[in-house]
């Protein structure tokens, strides 16, 4: 029985286990005990409760930073990917994200060797799954969760809105909405109310949170806000205004979809054709294309036919993609 099969199967459980270890959050239990942990630290006057609380972050932030080290070392920009994770809404990790760029990279490798592909092809497509794979997970969370917040949050100015016409503060107005409207806008407005309780300014806490969104809508809310405490105004008014715009926005993205889905479906089809006729082939007849896994030319020859494809499918994307 060769070798290399085995040490890759053991290289893959390896993985699987270490991945399901990062990606698997704590039992209920276990959260409901810490949070009555954290309770209890929080209101105690005791200084040994108090003291022990402080050593237990202090431990809790070393071994956090032990375990993202490594991945901070290998990644090229360590702070651009923390925030694509922080955007996606979920608490991962640079060590979470790296396993399972590590997992999913040694999976495909073992099905590839166990398949009888090359080694080194299969090493190359393996590397290639495991960081265009995530990267491109994270980016469709990412997009999604931005359409339901560009979505919501005209509804939430709304609520502002009615909120400043009432008589309320626009500090008020910000728990409202983290109170009233649905995530992911609740979710963020109640990050900037927190932000606001513990010390920061109104500026500082909606600033830093337009910088993680990296959305102009949300941009242009905290844009207003600043002019709107340079010059004066009626707020409540000037936030209608900016409401009606982004509403007409979200319409105009709309029209510009309905008009380029024709030419954005061509680019799909042309993109996929090879790729979907290779593969009835290679189902109809594994021989004929065999070739291109075994035969350096044919291996060669594809490799530059997929980069030319490559350019070409990006400058479709790019032909039918709009910027408003």
Request: include cysteine; glycine fraction near 10%.
């Amino acid at each position: 029985m060769p070798i290399l099969p085995v040490v890759i199967f053991g290289l893959v459980l390896i993985g699987a286990v270490v991945l399901i270890f990062a990606i698997s959050g704590p039992s209920p239990a276990k959260v409901q005990s810490r949070r009555l942990e954290e309770l209890r630290e929080r209101h105690s006057r005791s200084a040994e409760i108090t003291t022990q609380a402080q050593m237990k972050k202090l431990m809790a932030s070393r071994k956090t930073s032990a375990i993202d080290g490594l991945a901070t070392s290998l990644m090229p920009n360590p702070a651009l990917l923390r925030l694509r994770l922080s955007r996606t809404g979920k608490n991962w990790t640079l060590g979470q994200y790296m396993t399972a760029c590590a997992g999913i990279g040694m999976f495909v490798l073992f099905i590839l060797t166990v398949r009888g592909a090359p080694f080194f092809l299969s090493l190359l497509i393996a590397i290639m799954a495991g960081l265009g794979l995530p990267h491109f997970i994270v980016g469709k969370m990412i997009n999604r969760r931005v359409a339901q917040f560009t979505s919501k949050f005209p509804d939430a100015i709304e609520l502002m809105v009615r909120g400043l016409r009432s008589g309320l503060p626009i500090s008020e107005t910000l728990g409202i909405v983290a109170s009233e409207v649905p995530a992911p806008v609740s979710t963020e407005f109640q990050n900037v109310s927190d932000k606001m309780k513990i010390g920061r300014t109104m500026e500082q806490a909606l600033q830093e949170t337009a910088d993680r969104l990296g959305t102009p809508e949300f941009q242009f809310f905290v844009i207003t806000l600043a002019i709107q405490r340079e010059t004066g105004g009626n707020l409540g008014e000037t936030l209608a205004n900016l409401s009606d715009v982004l509403r007409k926005r979200a319409q105009m993205k709309l029209k510009i979809k309905a008009m380029s889905s024709e030419s954005k479906a061509s680019a799909i089809i042309v993109g996929a054709l090879p790729f979907i006729v290779f593969g009835i082939i290679f189902m109809l007849n594994p021989g004929y294309m065999g070739g291109f896994f075994s035969e350096p030319r044919l291996m060669i020859a594809g490799s530059v036919g997929l980069g030319w494809m490559g350019i070409g499918v990006f400058i479709m994307a790019k032909m039918v993609s709009f910027e408003i």
